[in-house]
């Protein structure tokens, strides 16, 4: 090789070299001093989005558990002050069955009325100043539109019912934009039955899976079995009228999600109202009035009379409490496979983020090593540069 004094090509080459050997020192500092492999988009654009994306997820999730545990706080509340309530009407109930018996005076029986009337004024107390958070538990939330329920404005129809001829239905599942449309048979022979069998069994059942059916008020209800709201019903059926979403009044909407809209859905929490004109808000129970006239103990027959209403509200108050502790298990279960999902997107996070530490300490000695050759290196190659003075003497 000639000897140039105008180039060094061993000096640069050294130094480009040693330009590499720093650049992968600095990367390997920056992950062991933040634990991560990805400190800029630079180092994996790819994995970083991905990452990022995992870690929303995991955000929108942790934040789901704590709405699911906020919910059973309130749900707890609500049981805990029925369970009082349950006290009261037992207490209620010896009262009216001491009332009813013929060797109490009327006298007594006005003492006997007079804790009557504490007892449903302390339940209306009950209903009306039990609170969760400031919010009003008893029938306190404003109606909710509960995305899973669509229900007619028509009522008082049965199954038998029959629907004009070339009438049609449509369900529409928006998660697989499949669908499924009922035409009504011409003549008006068919019925509600047929058409809600098409929906449930027969052939419309492949694309949407819902359950069609009449209310205890002959409205006709779609329901989203999935439980994620994604149906939308479009009604041609004159019969059922225009319908619609339902709204749940006095009900709450525990919103959980993984920040996508996929993965996002409200579970309905449903306390209805509370007071002693009104005892029984779940669907199907007919409310209990102790307040209604002639229900006291001023005498035998009122107070016999009574005893049934007090029986009914025991019944009623548990099947409310039944009906919030399947929500109550409903959320806990929720919260357990939401706990479940952040455990695993975060080592799917991990996986991808975090640095790989022996390896990166494997790379420190390494880049250490031949950052100190290459310095050692260039020091050598600058020299060879002196003995072209050699040549001068």
Do not use: C
Request: glycine share 10%; aromatic share 4%.
């Amino acid at each position: 090789m000639a000897l140039s004094i105008l180039t060094n090509i061993p000096s640069l080459a050294a130094q480009n070299q040693l330009s590499v050997t720093n650049s992968n020192l600095q990367k390997t500092l920056f992950r062991l001093s933040s634990g991560s492999r990805i400190n800029s988009g630079a180092d994996d654009a790819a994995g970083l989005a991905i990452a990022d994306g995992l870690h929303a997820n995991v955000t929108a999730l942790t934040q789901s558990a704590r709405n699911a545990t906020d919910g059973v706080g309130m749900l707890q509340v609500a049981d805990g002050a029925m369970a009082q309530v349950t006290t009261l009407l037992n207490r209620a109930v010896t009262l009216a069955t001491e009332s009813a018996t013929g060797t109490v005076s009327d006298t007594q029986r006005k003492a006997l009325d007079a804790e009557f009337l504490a007892i449903k004024a302390e339940i209306g107390r009950i209903g009306s100043n039990t609170t969760y958070n400031g919010t009003q538990v008893f029938g306190g939330g404003a109606g909710t539109t509960d995305p899973n329920n669509w229900v007619g404005a028509t009522g008082g129809k049965t199954n038998a019912n029959t629907l004009a001829g070339n009438e049609t239905f449509t369900i529409t599942d928006t998660d697989t934009g499949k669908s499924s449309t009922y035409t009504a048979a011409a003549g008006g022979t068919d019925t509600f039955q047929t058409m809600m069998d098409y929906f449930n069994t027969g052939a419309g059942s492949s694309n949407v899976n819902v359950n069609v059916s009449l209310d205890p008020t002959g409205h006709l209800k779609v329901n989203d079995k999935t439980g994620n709201g994604s149906i939308v019903v479009s009604s041609g059926i004159a019969e059922a009228g225009a319908v619609t979403k339902a709204t749940v009044s006095g009900g709450s909407a525990v919103y959980l999600s993984d920040g996508t809209s996929a993965g996002s859905s409200p579970i309905n929490v449903v306390i209805g109202n509370l007071s002693a004109s009104s005892i029984g808000f779940s669907t199907g129970l007919t409310a209990v009035d102790l307040t209604a006239a002639g229900v006291d103990l001023t005498s035998a027959s009122n107070a016999q009379s009574a005893l049934t209403k007090i029986t009914s509200a025991i019944s009623n108050v548990a099947a409310d409490r039944g009906n919030l502790g399947a929500i109550m298990n409903r959320l806990t279960s929720a919260s357990t496979v939401i706990s479940n999902q952040v455990q695993n997107l975060s080592a799917a996070e991990d996986g991808i983020r975090a640095a790989d530490i022996p390896s990166e300490v494997a790379n420190l000695t390494k880049y250490n090593i031949l950052s100190q050759t290459g310095i050692s290196a260039l020091a050598q190659a600058n020299q060879m540069q002196q003995s072209v003075l050699s040549l001068l003497k």
